[in-house]
């Protein structure tokens, strides 16, 4: 089992901001996001 400093809920602005904030302060992060994150255009990242 892996061990994370911070663990995210979301990965949209909110999430994606705090997981760089973190691994720029020397924080390892774990992201948990509900949504399919794909490359093909169709994942909406801001709410809705």
Do not use: Q
Not at 9 to 29: C, L, M, Q, T
Not at 37 to 44: A, D, E, H, L, P
């Amino acid at each position: 089992m892996k061990n994370f400093d911070i663990i995210i809920i979301g990965a949209g602005p909110g999430g994606s901001f705090a997981a760089k904030a973190a691994a720029e302060n020397g924080y390892s992060s774990c992201i948990l996001e509900k949504e399919v994150i794909s490359n093909n255009g169709r994942y909406k990242a801001c709410g809705g």
